[in-house]
């Protein structure tokens, strides 16, 4: 198995630093896959499609039977299977979540550090297939494999906010995703935002200010501004309160936020903590400013949303009701 982390499909250079004849190993891998296809994988395919196997149970025989039925040729059996899964991919919804799950699992058991399939098998199965359940056993595996990528952990937490309305365990796996070198500039705060959109504000708060000193440089400025964002929801709460205390008072909605400031409603100015001025919307008592436009609240309910799209389009995809991601 290879030593280095498999980015890419290997066919061609990752190959041919492994063997001296391209051609043998070919054929040696199509050999393999096609016994690994007619003695194992379409036996507990058929099994688990009538259900005869729990989906848990969706494994490959493992790396020594593997190693065996692929005559040694491990990598080259997990490119041929990898190829046979880019048509999974090209057809989207039309794939077989049961298959790609399986197919995963017997060719990164062949080279378990090929990131490539853990990834594209995930979003796969998450982001068109809508099976998010199965999406999280692939990245748990990738994760445990190649514990120094970022995205799988990434990945878990994209899962548990958007897929499983989990926004705790979300915060965990991009807390862990930051601090592995490559995650996006905006990861840790992607953490802080699901754990404040989980309703524990003040460990969101403490958590960035804990994490700041911890992250990479191109994440701290995002870190930073998160805070900022987060600490200015706090003034824009107290502004909505002061305006409904103004309606209730003088009949009317307030010309500007600064007009609560003039007349004794609030002692705080009229804009966020980034400097940036602060307005109503238009007949309601809802502050934002040019930089936070989009408050916690609505945020938080837009997920919710996305959460029930992907759910209809799961149960869609499947032709029934009773599994959900």
Known sequence: MHDHVRTDSGVGGALLSDVL????????????TIGLRN???ERAYA??????????????PGPVALDLLSVEHGNGVADVIWLGMLGDIMRTFDADP???EQNTYVATDLDPRYELIYWAAALLLSSEL??????DRVLLRGRKALPD??????????????????AVRAAKFWKEASLIPGAPKYTAALASRALFH???????EQMLVEMIPLLPPNQQSDAKIRLDVMRSEYRFRRYDEACEKFVAEQGRHPATPGELQEKGYIDEPPIDLL??????????????SELVFKREAEAAERVGMMREIAKKRFNDAQGTSDRRP
Do not use: W
């Not at 004849?21 to 393999?32: D, T």
């Open 21 to 32: 004849a391209p051609l043998v190993i070919a054929v040696v891998a199509f050999a393999g």
């Open 39 to 41: 003695t194992v994988l």
């Open 47 to 60: 099994q688990q499609t009538k259900g005869q196997l729990e989906t848990s149970v969706i494994e490959s």
């Open 98 to 100: 049961v298959r790609v």
């Open 130 to 135: 809508f099976d998010f359940k199965a999406s």
């Open 149 to 166: 990528v970022a995205r799988f952990p990434f990945l878990i937490a994209y899962n548990a906010y958007f897929g499983h309305g989990d």
């Open 198 to 204: 989980a309703g524990n504000e003040t460990s969101a």
């Open 275 to 288: 400097d940036s001025p602060m307005e109503f919307d238009e007949g309601k008592c809802v502050s934002r």
